[in-house]
């Protein structure tokens, strides 16, 4: 179990530990020769952060502790615009970009809430795969089974090796497709996907503007809620959980339970035997629209034709200081018209409604969030089939709720000492406390 928000707020409340020390032993184990620390983060920033510690002490020693996350170190990934840096979304590409001139809005909003922002952490070039391989800056090891070497998820990947391995008590990132959820399932953390409008994108470098949304990686549930409170500029406060006896879940049926291995099979049904045993009840339900997905988007969807835009006359001047296995996908986009964008956006608005049809009557949609454990990253790396065919499955069953324009969160609910494994809880937009919530109630269960 990983320190919680709250459990680390007690403890600075109570004088039984301080910003600095959290900070220096975060620091320690981001700069620790041996770590993961070198391919978790892009920037680290020793200086600042213990500046921002010193200044919260004495802010709380006066009584003037601004939020519960005040004086927390925390990680933001390299899309997230720092004052005086360039931002790099895990590219080689724009190395040399201009500094930002302002840091994003998300990043504003945790540091007036008094967060220590130790750096900025790796990820999949332009955030543009689900299993977080960066040729370029590293790939951090998942924590479980670091002797094998398999993935972190992606392409959140060094916020959620931050977070697993002491080095920030939180990492925020983005999701576009799966980006938040991914990672935490892999890496055994919570991750909160909330509704792409809930959370403003000001000074945060686009995947699809349709489809990006931030979000955090995190001990617990109630902290991704303090977090997305604080992200989203409201009250850091956490919902009441709610009421899991009558509460009613969907399990789809359709594509999201293929290609299970036995890991997650076993995970998903213990979490099933154990959530009914609380009263809640669960009935499996077609959503013949999942499978229409992939011809749908067979034409590279809204992240082809969106990162196209705004990368194309960067691939013109540096093509082959991409990624090959990113601007290969990016490139995507270059074939799609304006009329295959406005059949796109018809479709999607047709689909939503249908799975919301679907979904009726049901508090949440339950599955597994990747249906299958950590890769090795090596073999990844040495066959292009498999990377393509393992990014397909990691990204398939997040990329529905982020095309549902929903909210999602993923929690681990694999038994202790096995591999990590995520489950998901779903719903449309607009409904992000409601899951929060929801989450709270079932994240007790899964512990009892």
């Known amino acids: 179990m990983y320190p919680t928000i709250a459990e680390l707020a007690a403890a600075l409340q109570a004088g039984r530990s ?41 802010l709380r020693a006066a009584g003037l502790a601004r939020s519960p996350i005040d004086g927390l170190p925390i990680s933001v990934k390299d899309l997230f615009d720092i004052a005086g840096q360039p931002t790099r979304a895990g590219s080689v590409v724009l190395k040399t970009a201009p500094p930002a001139q302002r840091s994003a809005l998300a990043v504003r909003r945790l540091q007036a809430a008094g967060v220590v922002v130790v750096g900025r952490t790796n990820m999949t070039e332009f955030a543009y795969s689900g299993l977080g391989i960066n040729p370029h800056y590293g790939t951090p090891r998942n924590p479980w089974d670091r002797d094998t070497g398999r993935i972190p998820g992606g392409s959140s990947s060094g916020a959620a090796v931050s977070v697993s391995d002491g080095m920030a008590v939180a990492g925020i990132g983005s999701d576009t497709g799966g980006s938040v959820r991914i990672p935490a399932a892999l890496c055994g953390l919570t991750g909160f996907k909330p509704t792409a409008r809930r959370i403003d994108m000001q000074g945060v470098l686009p995947l699809s503007a349709e489809l990006d949304s931030l979000g955090p990686l995190a001990a617990s549930v109630a902290c991704c809620a303090v977090l997305d409170a604080v992200l989203a500029g409201e009250e850091p406060e956490v919902p009441p959980a709610a009421e899991l006896a009558g509460a009613r879940l969907a399990v789809p049926t359709t594509v999201v339970l293929d290609d299970m291995d036995e890991t997650v099979a076993a995970a998903f049904a213990r979490a099933r035997e154990r959530l009914q045993a609380a009263g809640v009840r669960i009935a499996e339900i077609e959503i013949p629209e999942f499978a229409e997905l992939a011809s749908i988007n067979a034409k590279g969807g809204y992240t ?33 018209s304006a009329a295959d964008f406005i059949a796109l956006q018809a479709a999607r608005q047709r689909w939503i409604a249908q799975v919301q049809a679907r979904m009726a009557g049901y508090d949440a949609l339950l599955m597994p969030t990747v249906p299958q454990v950590a890769p090795p990253i090596a073999a990844l790396v040495q066959d292009e089939a498999l990377y393509f065919r393992m990014n397909g499955l990691m990204l398939r069953n997040p990329t529905f709720i982020n095309f549902l324009d929903g909210c999602a969160l993923s ?9 990590p494994v995520g489950l998901m809880l779903a719903a449309g937009g607009g409904q992000d406390r409601r899951v929060l919530s929801l989450g709270l109630a079932v994240e007790g269960a899964l512990r009892a």
Not at 25 to 52: C, I, N, S
């Open 18 to 58: 301080t910003s600095v020390a959290l900070t220096e032993a975060a620091l320690a184990r981001a700069q620790d020769a041996y770590g993961e620390g070198a391919k978790v983060f892009t920037d680290l920033y020793p200086e600042q952060a213990l500046a921002a510690a010193r200044a919260s002490d004495t």
């Open 304 to 336: 082809a034709a969106q990162a196209w835009a705004w990368h194309k006359d960067l691939i013109a001047r540096a093509e082959e200081e991409y990624d090959p296995r990113v601007v290969s996908r990016i490139r995507r986009g270059r074939d799609m």
């Open 411 to 419: 929690l681990p609910c694999h038994a202790p000492g096995q591999a």
